[in-house]
């Protein structure tokens, strides 16, 4: 991000939380997850016997187990649910703030 003043970002777009197109192309492919993930050859595989040949299903990227790191994307629809639900619980707590 560029050098912007956070909180007056955010003041600025909690006057209009809605999704802007720009959010969308700035955010896809950004965010990921960590994941375990099983290659069926390699966790099948006798780790002691030297004979064993190169896994073409997962290029060698497992370990002993057979498990290796996935990064997952996390969906656009999920981001902006994330986003919407954050402004939400946001506004409950100026509403209760405003009661007291
Ligand atoms: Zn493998």
């Known amino acids: 991000m560029k050098d912007?003043?956070?909180k007056e970002m955010l003041e600025k777009i909690l006057i209009d939380p809605s999704i802007h197109p720009r959010m969308?192309?700035?955010c896809i492919g950004e965010f990921t997850v960590s994941t375990q993930?099983?290659?069926p050859v390699c966790w099948d595989k006798d780790w002691n016997d030297a004979s064993?040949?190169?896994c073409e299903f997962c290029n060698n990227e497992s370990d002993e187990n057979g498990m290796s790191e996935l990064?997952?994307?996390i969906p656009w629809?999920?981001?902006k649910e994330i986003f919407k639900r954050m402004c939400y619980f946001k506004?409950?707590?100026?509403?209760?703030?405003?009661e007291e």
């Open 24 to 26: 969308k192309a700035g």
């Open 4 to 6: 912007v003043k956070e």
């Open 37 to 39: 993930q099983v290659c």
């Open 52 to 54: 064993e040949e190169d």
């Open 71 to 73: 990064l997952v994307d």
């Open 77 to 79: 629809t999920t981001q």
């Open 91 to 98: 506004y409950q707590a100026m509403i209760e703030d405003d």
